[in-house]
């Protein structure tokens, strides 16, 4: 099911963090917080064409911590999220 987000908003998948720690503790899944990151699925047209925006497909993105609207497609969970809530663009 194709799915484009409208006004200023993209799609996006939320990207899963390591579930260890740096030191190698295995963190269990009931202890971990949905994750921050996400992969951008689609942008809308108008974030296309908006010159003060670089946000594209493909991206992977930080975002607020209670930032956007979750959608399911096909089976798939997804997040809409406005261009203000994201904060930056991982490099």
Do not use: H, W
């Not at 190698?24 to 971990?32: F, M, Q, S, T, V």
């Not at 689609?42 to 296309?48: G, I, L, M």
């Amino acid at each position: 099911m194709a799915f484009k987000p409208l006004g200023l908003r993209v799609l996006v998948e939320r990207v899963e963090e390591e579930n260890k720690t740096a030191s190698g503790i295995i963190i269990p899944d009931n202890a971990k917080e949905k994750p921050l990151q996400a992969k951008v699925i689609a942008v809308s047209k108008e974030v296309e064409e908006d010159e003060y925006n670089s946000i594209k497909e493909g991206d992977v993105v930080v975002f607020a911590k209670y930032a956007g609207s979750d959608i399911t497609l096909d089976g798939k969970e997804y997040l809409v999220l406005n261009t203000d809530d994201i904060l930056g663009i991982l490099a």
